[in-house]
């Protein structure tokens, strides 16, 4: 009996090479070799110097964001710590009801100075808003009223105090912003 040979496998079927515009019939190159080699040389360079400014700029963002992660830490314990401070003012005003001589006013004086004093050291800045123009970046206006002593678009009185942490806002200022004299907000 007469064997057969297998069928070749997949790998072993290699395409003929695919004659270039530098390459003759014969696999010899037509043109300078050397010219050739400059020209992967220069490629190879100029990828090899994107890369690297590709490389530098990645680690000047990472550093950016590093720092500003840093930077910004304490931002979600100030949030929750900007209630308490309201919640405190809001103790401290009935505190003073019973006058402003009570040793529990005081007390509460006090321990708001430090608290105030505290988130200010870590970046935490309030927002003054009452007498100001109205800004949507810092306010959120809950309501117009009208004012025959303060400007249409100023506010007249702030609901919630806003802050800012460092150059970011924390929290916008709930306020009332005047509509002018004799106008009302409803129209």
């Given at each position: 009996?007469?064997?057969?040979?297998?069928?070749?496998?997949?790998?072993?079927k290699i395409p003929p090479p695919v004659p270039t515009e530098n390459s003759s019939?014969?696999?010899?190159?037509?043109d300078d070799p050397?010219?050739?080699?400059?020209?992967?040389?220069?490629?190879?360079?100029?990828?090899?110097?994107?890369t690297q400014a590709d490389f530098e700029n990645y680690k000047k963002r990472a550093a950016r964001e590093r720092d500003e992660g840093i930077k910004y830490a304490n931002r979600s314990l100030l949030?929750?710590?900007?209630?308490?401070?309201?919640?405190?003012?809001?103790g401290l005003s009935a505190a003073r009801e019973e006058g402003k001589h009570s040793p529990i006013y005081s007390g509460?004086?006090?321990?708001?100075?430090?608290?105030?004093?505290f988130l200010a050291d870590n970046g935490l800045q309030p927002?003054?808003?009452?007498?100001?123009?109205?800004?949507?970046?810092?306010h959120?206006?809950?309501?117009?009223?009208?004012?025959?002593?303060?400007?249409?678009?100023?506010?007249?009185?702030q609901t919630r105090r806003g802050y800012r942490l460092k150059d970011r806002l924390l929290r916008p200022a709930a306020v009332v912003v005047s509509s002018g004299a004799g106008r009302s907000g409803d129209e």
């Open positions: 009996m007469k064997k057969t040979s297998p069928e070749p496998r997949e790998e072993d019939a014969d696999g010899e190159a037509t050397v010219a050739s080699l400059q020209g992967d040389l220069d490629r190879f360079r100029d990828l090899a110097l994107r949030e929750r710590l900007v209630p308490i401070v309201d919640n405190f003012e809001l509460m004086n006090m321990v708001l100075k430090q608290l105030t004093d927002i003054d808003a009452v007498g100001k123009q109205f800004d949507p970046n810092l959120e206006a809950i309501g117009h009223e009208p004012s025959d002593e303060i400007a249409e678009g100023r506010v007249i009185r």
